[in-house]
């Protein structure tokens, strides 16, 4: 995140902010305007008093939220592309919360990457013309053990 969106000032997205982990990385990166969304009031409620954000979102980003078309300049998300959780389908809403130019930030649990076949959406997005893809790497997906992991960084065009 720090390597494709240096200016810390920068109106930074948290997708799928849960109790609000990234938002705290971010922060200690030095990341000064840092925005929240999640569906659950219940991790909203958690990350709250934390303090870390300027505004928390209640969205579901399987629709459209009501978060206006290109109000960040980046966006970030971990740990929340996962069955049961984000999927493929929300690309299209995540690239309408950025503006053109602005990076795109994903870091997932590289199974389901391959079983739930990502590399297919990321390229027909691409081949669209909505984002254009920088990077993806594997990763190790958690310091405690041993699993794959997925970093995908796209540019909005
Ligand atoms: C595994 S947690 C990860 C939270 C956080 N990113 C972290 O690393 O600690 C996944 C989060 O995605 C949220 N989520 C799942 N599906 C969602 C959706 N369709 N729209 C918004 N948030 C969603 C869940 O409520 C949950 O807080």
């Not at 930074?12 to 922060?27: E, N, P, R, S």
């Not at 130019?101 to 997932?108: A, D, E, K, R």
Request: net charge negative.
């Amino acid at each position: 995140m720090a390597e494709f969106a240096p200016d810390k000032a920068a109106a930074v997205i948290d997708i799928g902010c849960g109790t609000g982990l990234v938002g705290q990385a971010l922060k200690t990166l030095g990341y000064s305007h840092i925005d929240g969304i999640d569906f659950s009031e219940e991790m909203l409620n958690v990350a709250r008093p934390k303090g870390i954000y300027r505004k928390l979102v209640s969205g579901d980003l399987t629709t459209t939220t009501v978060v206006e078309t290109g109000a960040y300049q980046a966006a970030v998300c971990a740990g929340s592309f996962a069955p049961g959780h984000l999927g493929p389908e929300c690309y299209p809403e995540i690239i309408r919360l950025v503006q053109p130019g602005s990076p795109i930030v994903i870091f997932m649990n590289g199974a389901h990457f391959f079983e739930d076949d990502y590399p297919s959406h990321i390229d027909r997005l691409e081949q669209s013309g909505v984002w254009r893809i920088i990077e993806i790497k594997a990763f190790n997906y958690m310091s405690a053990l041993e699993r794959p992991g997925r970093l995908i960084v796209a540019g909005k065009c």
